[in-house]
């Protein structure tokens, strides 16, 4: 848990701090490039706070200690992170992008707010997968399968618990959360809706992508996230010319 206090809490609160700096001298004059940068600067901060943090516990002992290194597994394992989180990066953001070459500034706007509120329901597998994720890979590196399976299913279990409650209020009320936004928003009721219950279905399959990359399968979930991301990337091509944001959306 001390490991996600930098990404998880310090960032956003830096990120605010300087927001709040920039916004009072610069007023109307602070433009995506600004505000851009000062997510660099937070990001740049959290990890000073990680590393610093991480030194402070090292024992002095490891220091001293001699180092036994597999650099051909770690390499391995380090660009099949690499490319499952570019993946992921690709995926999160085709739709965005293909909905600001193929349709209008508004339609982006509107699908931005509505894939931020989607968001939240997937949030119940990170929030319930961090306290389980320990127990897991220790029930891995020593084959225990049943106290495995018995952690996945828990934490599916409380995914689920969380995030189905968030789908369904989201897609009660979607157009006074939207309306949030403004006027123009209400537009995106059925995107929500569709991305929504993508993301239940999403909730309901469990952390998946977690346990492989936990147990030595980062590659296939590269080819996986990599794959669905180009499905992705066909289907904005055929939907979104026809149905907007909606085709957007279920192309997701």
């Known amino acids: 848990l001390p490991g996600q206090v930098a990404e998880a809490v310090l960032r956003p609160c830096l990120f605010l701090i300087l927001v709040v700096l920039l916004v009072l001298p610069l007023r109307r004059h602070l433009t995506p490039e ?70 209008d500034p ?33 029930a891995f590196a020593r084959e225990d399968l049943t106290a495995q399976r018995e952690a996945a299913q ?37 995107a929500l809706t569709i991305l929504v219950l993508g993301q239940v279905v999403n909730v309901a399959a469990g952390h998946v992508g977690v346990l492989m990359t936990m147990t030595g399968h980062q590659t296939r979930v590269a080819a996986t996230v990599g794959a669905s991301a180009a499905c992705n990337t066909v289907l904005n091509l055929i939907l979104i010319p026809r149905f907007g944001i909606e085709g957007a959306a279920a192309a997701t």
């Open 34 to 103: 600004i505000v851009a940068g000062a997510h660099a600067l937070t990001y740049f901060g959290a990890l000073l706070a990680a590393v610093g943090y991480l030194l402070a516990r090292i024992q002095r002992d490891v220091w001293g200690a001699p180092a036994v290194i597999t650099a051909r597994a770690w390499l391995g394992a380090a660009a099949g992170f690499a490319l499952t989180n570019a993946a992921y990066i690709i995926a999160e953001n085709m739709s965005v992008i293909m909905l600001a070459a193929l349709a």
């Open 106 to 138: 508004e339609a982006v706007g509107i699908y931005r707010a509505v894939a931020r509120y989607a968001q939240l329901v997937p949030f119940a597998l990170l929030a319930a997968m961090l306290p389980l994720r320990p127990a897991i890979s220790a």
């Open 154 to 190: 828990t934490a599916a279990a409380l995914a689920m618990a969380i995030g189905l409650p968030v789908a369904i209020v989201l897609i009660a009320f979607g157009d006074d959360l939207l309306a949030v936004f403004g006027s123009g928003f209400g537009q995106g009721r059925v």
